[in-house]
Nanobody, 122 residues
Framework: QEQLVESGGGLVQAGGSLRLSCAASGRTFSSYAMGWFRQAPGKEREFVAVISWSGGSTYYADSVKGRFTISRDNAKNTVYLQMNSLKPEDTAVYYC???????????????WGQGTQVTVSS
Protein backbone atom coordinates (compact mmCIF):
# COMPACT_ATOMS: atom_id res chain seq x y z
CA GLN A 1 0.00 0.00 0.00
CA GLU A 2 1.55 3.25 -1.14
CA GLN A 3 1.52 5.88 1.53
CA LEU A 4 2.69 9.46 1.93
CA VAL A 5 2.88 10.87 5.44
CA GLU A 6 3.47 14.55 6.12
CA SER A 7 4.92 15.95 9.34
CA GLY A 8 6.42 19.16 10.68
CA GLY A 9 3.38 21.39 10.73
CA GLY A 10 2.47 23.56 13.66
CA LEU A 11 1.88 27.05 14.97
CA VAL A 12 4.44 29.74 14.21
CA GLN A 13 4.55 33.53 14.38
CA ALA A 14 4.70 35.64 11.25
CA GLY A 15 8.27 35.84 10.00
CA GLY A 16 9.13 32.44 11.40
CA SER A 17 10.10 29.19 9.69
CA LEU A 18 8.92 25.61 9.49
CA ARG A 19 10.22 22.56 7.68
CA LEU A 20 7.70 20.05 6.43
CA SER A 21 8.63 16.47 5.63
CA CYS A 22 6.83 13.90 3.53
CA ALA A 23 7.87 10.29 4.02
CA ALA A 24 6.89 7.74 1.40
CA SER A 25 6.36 4.06 2.08
CA GLY A 26 4.95 1.05 0.32
CA ARG A 27 6.80 1.80 -2.88
CA THR A 28 9.68 3.90 -4.07
CA PHE A 29 8.72 7.32 -5.37
CA SER A 30 12.20 8.07 -6.67
CA SER A 31 10.89 8.05 -10.26
CA TYR A 32 8.01 10.42 -9.42
CA ALA A 33 7.91 14.16 -9.29
CA MET A 34 6.82 15.27 -5.84
CA GLY A 35 4.65 18.28 -5.16
CA TRP A 36 3.35 20.28 -2.23
CA PHE A 37 -0.14 21.74 -2.22
CA ARG A 38 -2.10 23.64 0.41
CA GLN A 39 -5.72 24.25 1.24
CA ALA A 40 -6.99 27.07 3.40
CA PRO A 41 -10.47 26.98 4.96
CA GLY A 42 -13.14 27.71 2.36
CA LYS A 43 -10.65 27.70 -0.50
CA GLU A 44 -9.62 25.24 -3.16
CA ARG A 45 -6.46 23.22 -2.88
CA GLU A 46 -3.63 25.10 -4.59
CA PHE A 47 -0.21 24.31 -5.95
CA VAL A 48 2.79 25.38 -3.86
CA ALA A 49 5.89 23.68 -5.29
CA VAL A 50 7.08 20.68 -7.27
CA ILE A 51 10.41 18.93 -7.69
CA SER A 52 11.48 16.53 -10.42
CA TRP A 53 12.43 12.93 -9.68
CA SER A 54 16.13 13.82 -9.80
CA GLY A 55 15.77 17.04 -7.85
CA GLY A 56 17.23 18.94 -10.78
CA SER A 57 14.11 20.97 -11.54
CA THR A 58 11.86 22.87 -9.20
CA TYR A 59 8.89 25.19 -9.68
CA TYR A 60 7.07 27.40 -7.21
CA ALA A 61 3.84 29.31 -6.98
CA ASP A 62 4.46 33.06 -7.23
CA SER A 63 3.07 33.51 -3.73
CA VAL A 64 5.87 31.47 -2.14
CA LYS A 65 8.76 32.07 -4.54
CA GLY A 66 11.86 33.23 -2.69
CA ARG A 67 10.48 32.10 0.69
CA PHE A 68 9.89 28.36 0.29
CA THR A 69 12.36 25.70 -0.89
CA ILE A 70 11.44 22.18 -1.96
CA SER A 71 14.03 19.41 -1.83
CA ARG A 72 14.15 15.62 -1.77
CA ASP A 73 16.32 12.77 -0.54
CA ASN A 74 15.58 9.70 -2.67
CA ALA A 75 17.72 7.48 -0.45
CA LYS A 76 15.32 8.29 2.39
CA ASN A 77 12.22 8.37 0.17
CA THR A 78 11.46 11.79 1.66
CA VAL A 79 10.62 15.21 0.28
CA TYR A 80 10.89 18.46 2.23
CA LEU A 81 9.43 21.93 2.15
CA GLN A 82 11.46 24.59 3.95
CA MET A 83 9.22 27.57 4.64
CA ASN A 84 10.79 30.86 5.68
CA SER A 85 9.38 34.35 6.26
CA LEU A 86 5.98 32.85 6.90
CA LYS A 87 2.90 35.05 6.59
CA PRO A 88 -0.61 34.64 8.06
CA GLU A 89 -1.87 33.97 4.53
CA ASP A 90 0.30 30.84 4.44
CA THR A 91 -2.03 29.28 7.00
CA ALA A 92 -3.45 26.08 5.49
CA VAL A 93 -3.32 22.32 5.52
CA TYR A 94 -0.28 21.31 3.50
CA TYR A 95 -0.32 18.13 1.42
CA CYS A 96 2.41 16.28 -0.41
CA UNK A 97 1.64 14.35 -3.56
CA UNK A 98 3.33 12.25 -6.23
CA UNK A 99 2.95 12.54 -9.99
CA UNK A 100 4.49 11.13 -13.15
CA UNK A 101 5.65 14.55 -14.29
CA UNK A 102 6.21 18.16 -13.29
CA UNK A 103 2.55 19.07 -12.94
CA UNK A 104 0.75 21.93 -11.25
CA UNK A 105 -2.86 20.73 -11.07
CA UNK A 106 -4.45 18.62 -8.34
CA UNK A 107 -5.98 16.14 -10.78
CA UNK A 108 -2.58 15.32 -12.27
CA UNK A 109 -1.28 13.78 -9.04
CA UNK A 110 -1.68 10.07 -8.34
CA UNK A 111 -0.87 9.75 -4.64
CA TRP A 112 -1.64 12.06 -1.71
CA GLY A 113 -0.77 12.35 1.94
CA GLN A 114 -3.27 13.16 4.68
CA GLY A 115 -1.99 16.68 5.22
CA THR A 116 -0.38 18.64 8.05
CA GLN A 117 -1.72 21.88 9.52
CA VAL A 118 0.38 25.04 9.34
CA THR A 119 -0.90 28.05 11.26
CA VAL A 120 0.87 31.41 11.09
CA SER A 121 -0.16 33.98 13.68
CA SER A 122 0.18 37.71 13.13
Amino acid sequence: QEQLVESGGGLVQAGGSLRLSCAASGRTFSSYAMGWFRQAPGKEREFVAVISWSGGSTYYADSVKGRFTISRDNAKNTVYLQMNSLKPEDTAVYYCAAARGLYFEVYEYDYWGQGTQVTVSS
